[in-house]
């Protein structure tokens, strides 16, 4: 049965705490981590929601939706015995360049509301880097339809190699045609990359295995 | 700049050398404000990559800047055999040169392990600064 399915059936927070006790009891701060528009926050929901049955919060195509840092505590997780809790932090969209007038010609913003919007999103990246300094482990989000190669996934992996963190890449979007998981596999074969799709919940309990391995 | 043109600055590794980071940060953001793009003959660390990235959005204004188009090279590593089968590239490390300039200027239009291909967005240069005469 999936790991999901199973927990859905549960009442979690109790059940899994002993697991927690029994089987080993690790905790870790869980930072997930993408350009914008990856499907962080899309991730972020369907974590929350499969472990504790809550949101985290509101996702949308215009980037940038989320420029605050979210955070959600004590999401116990288990897997083959191994109990895993983990703070999840669901960070901006990290970016080297930010134009209101992407929001103007692409998503019709009135022209004050995008630069607001900029604005915001020009803080939010400057959280989303300093959370590095306190996260135990990444979920590296990256748009399986887009060139793997992008400054800000170098940047952030180059960041979290240079500090030892354990990251997990989830090659996200794949239920998309032009998606290209395998680039993704092939472009960095030192990190555990597991393909899903975060809207659609595919391929999600091999992600949480992945994670259990990898952050316990 | 006041002529039409982009400018490029190779900056020889020695220079680089004798700045801490936040000169090195400073100096990189001066010089990409002023729509100049940079080589840089020894490329960021991951941290002086995020510190620049950083230090862009404080410098982002709606009218005048919009942040930096960056990439830097890291080389695959070549001394291991798993390196050499699996194309490692160690991230964690220091780039061995880093392109960086003006987003609204520059384009990445290709990269690989072995080379960096972009382009400087001269029409657009152009009209900004025929905008700003």
């Given at each position: 049965m999936a790991i999901g399915q199973k927990l859905k059936q549960n009442a979690p927070g109790e059940i899994f705490s002993w697991i927690s006790q029994v089987f080993g009891k690790e905790q870790a701060k869980i930072g997930i981590y993408g350009?914008?528009?990856?499907?962080k926050t899309t991730l972020a929901n369907r974590i929350v929601r499969d472990w504790a049955g809550d949101v985290m919060g509101a996702a949308s195509?215009?980037?940038?939706?989320?420029?605050r840092a979210r955070r959600k505590a004590n999401i116990q997780m288990s897997q083959d015995g191994k109990g895993l809790t983990l703070d999840i932090v669901d960070t901006p969209g990290i970016a080297t360049k930010i134009d209101f007038n992407d929001f103007v010609e692409e998503?019709?913003?009135e022209e004050n509301d995008a630069k607001d919007r900029a604005k915001e999103a020009t803080e939010g990246v400057v959280e989303a880097i300093r959370w590095l300094d306190d996260v135990d482990g990444i979920i590296l989000v990256m748009d399986?339809?887009?060139?793997?190669?992008n400054q800000v996934n170098v940047t952030i992996l180059g960041n979290l190699e240079a500090r030892r963190l354990p990251v997990v890449i989830a090659a996200n979007k794949?239920?998309?045609?032009?998606?290209?998981?395998a680039t993704l596999k092939n472009a960095f074969p030192q990190h555990p990359v597991v393909p899903i799709s975060a809207i659609s919940g595919y391929n999600i309990d091999q992600l949480y295995e992945t994670m259990v391995e990898n952050f316990s | 700049m006041s002529e039409n043109g982009v400018k490029i600055n190779l900056v020889s590794k020695s220079m680089l050398d004798e700045m801490s980071l936040q000169e090195k940060i400073q100096f990189i953001l001066t010089e990409v404000k002023q729509d100049v793009i940079l080589v840089l003959e020894e490329g960021l660390e991951p941290d002086e990559e995020a510190k620049l990235i950083e230090s862009t959005m404080f410098e982002?204004?709606?009218?005048?800047f919009v942040g930096i188009e960056m990439e830097s090279q890291r080389e695959m590593e070549a001394d291991s055999i798993i390196g050499k089968l699996f194309?490692?590239?160690?991230?964690g490390s220091r780039a061995s040169m880093t392109v960086v300039g003006p987003a609204d200027k520059l384009r990445t239009v290709y990269k690989d392990g072995n080379s960096i291909e972009a382009m400087v967005l001269e029409k657009q240069t152009a009209e900004a600064n025929g905008a700003a005469a």
């Open positions: 350009p914008p528009n990856a499907g195509e215009v980037p940038h939706e989320t420029r998503h019709e913003m399986a339809t887009t060139d793997p190669f794949i239920d998309l045609p032009e998606s290209s998981p | 982002i204004d709606p009218e005048s194309q490692r590239t160690p991230y």
